[in-house]
């Protein structure tokens, strides 16, 4: 069987958990055996059955949208002779989707974010996003098969589509690298903490992602206000999705300065070996997303032993265990798409009270640390991820023989 995987990113080019998705699931596909190619966008790294298809210069001025289908297009021709397309994101929807038309084959789509729940994401594409849009409707309800990273996100996916066919509709849940995200309390890990500021005597919590609406920074930042202030904030964020965006967070973060200090914030995206030592040294990891399918970035947090303080909302709860590897932070979002907390203030204060326990008792944090890499360990190793992927590519090829 001869799987092609269509994806904007992929190594070097990650920037979120998509990309570390689909990384690691081709690493693991490749290592079963499975054929495996890659077509991703720019200009990936030098590997073999791995192509990479550059923006056309002819739409360089045009909305962001119409590149991405630019590419789209130019990658169509390169998926014959597949038995499966898979693509990742709205990004790689259209091809896969045209691909599936033309060629024949069954197009599989992982559902790792969702537009219609992303609502402020005309704030970056504009009328792109009416496209994106229709993208990503067009292929979900086209396709073989569509794998959810989490239950939640599977309910997501039904609720925005609900054209789709139940049975059609997947979990497959996102998994972790254990060996190479493991903790690291060495001297060598030691001295990079301190080289980004961070004062390795006193307790801190990390927050790693982009700076976008989704991952609920600005509430981070108002919840900090309240966190008693011996307590650090370690901003690895970077990526701001508008310009607006950027300047509320800088607002925030210059305001917070001026009561308290250990505030460190990293723009810049880190190396792994760089990230895995602050949270190894960190007291918790905050994940204070309004919407997250699942949230790689808790699973790498909980692999290097640091306990998690996440929003209750998406695939978060399926990955932390509340009172046993993190603190669940309770919230009531408005029904229109956007995750916005029915009562901002409630959902601060509460995010407030979560940090604040999870950094005043350092040897229950330890402890639920512990079982965080147990249980990242146990249940979202990629060997098994890999082999759930290959059953729903088994079934949508039984499907299309029986057509």
């Known amino acids: 069987m001869r799987v092609d995987i269509l994806t904007k990113e992929y190594p070097p080019n990650i920037y979120g958990g998509a990309g570390v998705h689909v990384a690691e699931l081709v690493k693991a ?21 791995t192509d990479g298809f550059p923006d056309l210069p002819p739409l360089a001025d045009a909305n962001g949208a119409l590149k991405t289908l630019g590419v ?3 990658m169509v021709p390169a998926v014959a002779g597949a038995d499966v397309v898979h693509s990742h994101t709205w ?15 069954p197009h599989v789509v992982s559902a790792h974010s969702l537009e219609p729940m992303r609502p402020w994401k005309a704030e970056q594409l504009g009328g792109g996003y009416a496209i994106s849009s229709f993208i990503e409707r067009t292929a979900y309800e086209g396709a073989a098969a569509v794998i959810a990273v989490s239950d939640g996100m599977r309910r997501d996916v039904l609720r925005s589509y609900p054209q789709l066919d139940e049975s059609k509709v997947h979990v497959v849940h996102n998994g972790i690298d254990a060996d190479a995200w493991a903790p690291d309390h060495s001297e060598k890990a030691l001295e990079v903490v301190r080289g980004h500021g961070v004062d390795t005597g006193r307790p801190s919590i990390v927050f790693v992602g982009r700076i976008t609406r989704q991952k609920g920074l600005a509430f981070l930042l108002r919840a900090m206000r ?11 964020a970077g990526a701001p999705d508008t310009p607006e965006i950027l300047a509320e967070v800088e607002g925030l973060i210059a305001e917070l300065r001026e009561s308290r200090d250990g505030v460190v914030w990293i723009p810049d995206m880190l190396p792994r070996h760089e990230v895995v030592a602050l949270l190894s040294q960190a007291t918790c990891f905050v994940c204070p997303s309004v919407y997250e399918p699942l949230g790689i970035v808790n699973l ?18 399926e990955v932390v265990v509340d009172d046993e590897t993190g603190w669940l932070v309770p919230i009531e979002q408005v029904n229109d798409g956007t995750g916005t907390p029915v009562d901002p203030d409630t959902f601060v204060a509460d995010l407030a009270r979560a940090l604040t326990e999870a950094t005043s008792d350092v040897e ?10 147990q249980r990242a360990v146990e249940h979202f190793g990629w060997d098994a991820i890999a082999e759930r992927t290959q059953q729903v590519y088994a079934t949508v090829l039984e499907g299309s023989r029986t057509a």
């Open 29 to 49: 596909l490749r290592a079963t055996g499975t054929e495996t190619k890659v077509r991703a966008f720019g200009e990936p790294v030098g590997e073999a059955d």
């Open 72 to 74: 789209d297009l130019t």
């Open 91 to 105: 990004y790689a929807n259209f091809a896969g989707h045209l691909a599936s038309m033309l060629h024949g084959i």
């Open 226 to 236: 309240d966190v008693p202030a011996d307590v650090q904030l370690v901003l690895c």
């Open 300 to 317: 790498e947090a909980m692999a290097c032993e640091a306990a998690v303080v996440g929003t209750a909302t998406g695939g978060i709860p």
């Open 364 to 373: 229950e944090a330890r402890r639920r640390g512990r079982a965080g890499r």
